[in-house]
Each structure stands twice: as structure tokens, then as C-alpha cells.
């Protein structure tokens, strides 16, 4: 069972990041932040960082009883969700992120970054399906990692974006659109097949 676990909680770990994507979104961070003292950006990511790890681990430990409640499989949610995900995958393509407004006023560490920025529909599927697949345990690592991972690049945003800049960032961002792309396709296609037999 160990031998199959850590295959499990690596193809998790990096599904789950790639739909993250926080590097992917960092130029949207800084857009979003642009405007706040240094110490207020801060405390705008570290809440982020909170607020986003503890959907993922509330998805994770509550999201089998939500189906549960509605009745719904989990081939119907990797169907779904693939589909959702093929769209995030496009809008970012087409255009280089979240092209919805920016939004005023609340705190934008809870909204809009950590939901639906960095734990939106597609990381929500993604740890739907691998709760299912992989247990309670490899969901709970893999969140673990992701976000541990996510806060960092958060505490060193301004350092990374420099290093990307502007073309980096973008390049960044289509290039995990082409892999959330390939992750939606193959869930649409499990899916699909599981539910024809």
C-alpha cells in the first residue's frame, strides 16, 4: 500500500499545484496589490495563505459529504470539473489570467486571491477526484505541500516577479494553461469512460 501511496501523493502534489498555479497568478497578485503599503501587502498574502489552505483542507475532509448530499458521483464531477477546467485553461490562454474586476473594498487576501484565485473551481475538482482516488491522507499531504509551497511564493512575490518580469509571467501563465488543459482532458476522459461501462 506505501508502495502505492507515494506514486499517489506526487501525481496529487503536482496536479494540484499546477492548478494553483500561484506562479501563474502572480502577475494578477501584484496587479490586485499594487496599490498598498508594504506591510498591508503582506498581511494581504499571509491571509491569503490561511484562508486558502484551510478551504482546501475544509473541501477535503467535508467534500465527499457534499456529494454524498447531492447524490453526485465522482465521474460526474471529473466530467465537470474537466470541463471547467478546459475553460480556466483557455481564458488564461486567451487572456494571460482572470479577466473578472479586480473588486473594492473587503480584505483581498480572503477574496479574491485565496478563493477563486488560488483554491477556485479547478483546485476544488482536483481535490474531489484525489480524495476519492488516493484517501484523506494523500489529499491532506498534498494540500499541505501545495500551500506550504504557495506561501512562499507569496512572501517572495516581489522578488520573483522581478526575476520573471512581465514576459516571464506571461510565459508562466500560458504554459500552466497548456498542463491545467491536459489535467481537464484527462478527467473528462476517466470520466467518461467509467460512466459508459
Not at 161 to 188: K, Q, T
Request: glycine letters at 12%.
Amino acid at each position: 500500500m506505501a508502495q502505492n501511496l507515494i506514486p499517489e501523493m506526487v501525481r496529487a502534489v503536482i496536479a494540484l499545484f499546477i492548478v494553483v498555479d500561484p506562479l501563474g497568478n502572480i502577475p494578477i497578485f501584484i496587479s490586485l496589490t499594487r496599490n498598498l503599503p508594504k506591510e498591508e501587502r503582506r498581511r494581504v498574502f499571509n491571509t491569503a495563505g490561511i484562508v486558502a489552505f484551510l478551504i482546501a483542507i475544509g473541501i477535503v475532509l467535508g467534500g465527499q459529504q457534499i456529494l454524498n448530499l447531492f447524490g453526485i458521483g465522482l465521474y460526474s464531477i471529473m466530467i465537470a470539473g474537466g470541463i471547467l477546467l478546459a475553460i480556466l485553461s483557455i481564458k488564461i490562454l486567451v487572456y494571460g489570467g482572470w479577466v473578472e474586476g479586480e473588486g473594492s473594498g473587503g480584505d483581498l487576501g480572503a477574496v479574491p486571491i485565496a478563493f477563486p484565485l488560488l483554491v477556485g473551481p479547478g483546485a476544488i475538482t482536483t481535490l474531489l477526484v484525489y480524495n476519492q482516488k488516493a484517501g484523506i491522507m494523500v489529499s491532506v499531504i498534498s494540500v499541505s505541500i501545495v500551500m506550504a509551497v504557495t506561501r512562499v511564493i507569496l512572501q517572495f512575490i516581489d522578488s520573483i516577479y522581478r526575476i520573471l518580469g512581465r514576459v516571464g509571467s506571461a510565459v508562466v501563465a500560458r504554459l500552466m494553461a497548456v498542463f491545467i488543459a491536459a489535467i481537464a482532458v484527462e478527467f473528462m476522459i476517466e470520466g467518461i469512460r467509467h460512466s459508459i461501462h
